[in-house]
């Protein structure tokens, strides 16, 4: 299977997709989520990435929508979740991804 690389939306380091989070915007509800079609955008799972991403609001204006708290968060638990494997939507939602 040919790889698919993305850009990290804070470093700009480029990355095999898989390696990458995925934050959507998805159609036509235009809300943000971290599953679905639509347009997205891609963030290196390090909290150094994240949090520029969220002090400058970088998924927000690369989706031109709204990014709720609610979808940092999940994102920060994804973080904690690569340290650390705990039970629970966290690794169901990693296992899904992989799928994809
Ligand atoms: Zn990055």
């Known amino acids: 299977m040919k790889t698919n690389y993305r850009r ?3 470093c ?3 990355a095999p997709k898989t390696d990458l989070l995925r934050i959507v915007r998805v159609f036509p509800s235009r809300a943000v989520q971290l599953e679905g079609m639509g347009r997205s955008v891609y963030l290196c799972p390090q909290s150094s990435c994240l949090e520029l991403a969220q002090k400058k609001d970088r998924l927000g204006r690369s989706l031109k ?5 609610e979808i940092y968060q999940r994102l920060w638990q994804h973080l ?4 650390t494997i705990v039970g629970g939507t966290i690794v169901e939602s990693a296992i899904a ?4």
């Open 80 to 83: 904690s979740a690569s340290d």
């Open 97 to 100: 991804e992989s799928v994809k």
């Open 12 to 14: 700009r380091k480029v």
């Open 65 to 69: 929508a709204v990014v709720s708290p």
């Open 8 to 10: 990290c939306v804070s």
